[in-house]
C-alpha cells in the first residue's frame, strides 16, 4: 500500500515564505516522479510543479515559476515545495501525487496521470 502525506501548510502573510513537505512511503522512493497540486475554494484542483524519478526535470505552472522550486530527498522518502514571496492568490489546499509509470526524465502536469494522493495540507495567504 502506497501512503502519501503532506506536512508544512499554514498561515503567512504575503510575501513570506513556506516549506511543505510530503513522505511517500510503499516501495522505493526513487521509483516515484511527483507532482504538487492545488485547489482553492470553489475553483477546480490545478498543477503547481513536478519532478521527474531522477530529479534532472522539473516543472512549474507559470504562475509560480520563479518563486517555488521542487526538490526530492530520497534518503528521506520526501518531496518539498519550497515556497517564496507568497501571494494571496496561493491560498489553497495543496496535494502531494506520486507515480511509478513513466521513464526516469518523464514528468507530467495532469492530475489523471498520478495514482497516489495525499490528503493535503492547507496553506493561507493573508493580505
Known amino acids: 500500500q502506497v501512503l502519501v502525506a503532506e506536512s508544512g501548510g499554514g498561515l503567512v502573510q504575503a510575501g513570506g515564505s513556506l516549506r511543505l513537505s510530503c513522505v511517500v512511503s510503499?516501495?522505493?522512493?526513487?521509483?516515484?516522479?511527483l507532482g504538487w497540486f492545488r485547489q482553492a475554494p470553489g475553483k477546480d484542483r490545478e498543477y503547481v510543479a513536478a519532478?521527474?524519478?531522477?530529479?534532472?526535470?522539473?516543472d512549474y505552472t507559470s504562475s509560480v515559476k520563479g518563486r517555488f522550486t521542487i526538490s526530492r530527498d530520497n534518503a528521506k522518502n520526501t518531496v518539498y515545495l519550497e515556497m517564496s514571496n507568497l501571494k494571496s492568490e496561493d491560498t489553497a489546499v495543496y496535494y502531494c501525487?506520486?507515480?511509478?509509470?513513466?521513464?526516469?526524465?518523464?514528468?507530467?502536469?495532469?492530475?489523471?496521470?498520478?495514482?497516489?494522493w495525499g490528503q493535503g495540507t492547507q496553506v493561507t495567504v493573508s493580505s
Open positions: 510503499g516501495r522505493t522512493f526513487g521509483t516515484y516522479r
Open positions: 501525487a506520486a507515480d511509478s509509470r513513466g521513464s526516469a526524465y518523464y514528468k507530467s502536469r495532469g492530475s489523471g496521470d498520478y495514482l497516489h
Open positions: 519532478i521527474s524519478k531522477n530529479a534532472v526535470t522539473t
